[in-house]
């Protein structure tokens, strides 16, 4: 793979993704760590949304590198993630005109880490997640909000991580960096293995 270098050199794929998003960082207006995450419901027919990656796990981590967010386990994508045991996530940046799809398996993290990130969001954010029953049909703002009042009263100014909210973790079999090329010669490799304890095969691919 002699030619895999400047923005696509390393041997570690978590670290090129970590300095990739830090690239975005300093040039993506809003949400750098946007990710457009898929799943299927139990028919196989596809969902995806917009949330936010929270941290990237490199291979020194116990998990052995993965990519992790934070989600109402009730939710369509929670219980979706939770019946294939599956997702896929695209994350694209057009500031520096790259993106990095990634497909894997999902395991929760629902410990003291999720309770961390939970702690360190606003307190009106920690207070929607109780009152929010995510993906449920809601009859008004007007209620959505009593309900906010509600739980403001019952779990006071400093409320514990509700035990139906917490962390995905997705640990990849495939990662793939794209970057722009001219006239739509872009560049593409695909970091595969057929399962965790695998090593990488690194491909490049056409465009």
Do not use: C
């Not at 030619?3 to 041997?11: E, S, T």
């Not at 457009?36 to 990237?56: H, Y």
């Not at 973790?169 to 965790?196: M, N, S």
């Amino acid at each position: 793979m002699s030619d895999r270098g400047g923005i696509f050199a390393g041997d570690d794929p978590y670290a090129i993704a970590q300095r990739w998003l830090n690239e975005a960082e300093a040039s993506e207006i809003n949400d750098p760590n946007a990710i457009a995450i898929a799943t299927v419901d139990a028919d196989g027919l596809p969902n995806v949304r917009m949330v936010l990656l929270k941290e990237i796990e490199g291979r020194e981590m116990p998990s052995g590198g993965a990519f992790v967010f934070y989600t109402n386990y009730g939710s369509a994508k929670g219980r979706e993630i939770e019946q294939a045991g599956k997702a896929a996530f695209v994350m694209h940046w057009k500031s520096l005109r790259r993106q990095i799809r990634v497909r894997g398996l999902v395991e929760r993290e629902e410990g003291p880490q999720a309770d961390d990130y939970y702690a360190s969001r606003s307190l009106k954010s920690r207070l929607g997640a109780w009152a929010s029953r995510q993906s449920e049909p809601l009859s008004s703002r007007t209620a959505l909000m009593a309900e906010v009042a509600k739980v403001t009263a019952s779990q006071g100014p400093n409320p514990k991580r509700p035990p139906f909210w917490g962390g995905f973790r997705i640990k990849p079999l495939e990662i793939e960096f794209w970057a722009d090329g001219a006239f739509r010669l872009h560049d593409r490799f695909r970091w595969r293995r057929q399962t965790l304890a695998d090593e990488w095969e690194i491909s490049r691919l056409n465009p």
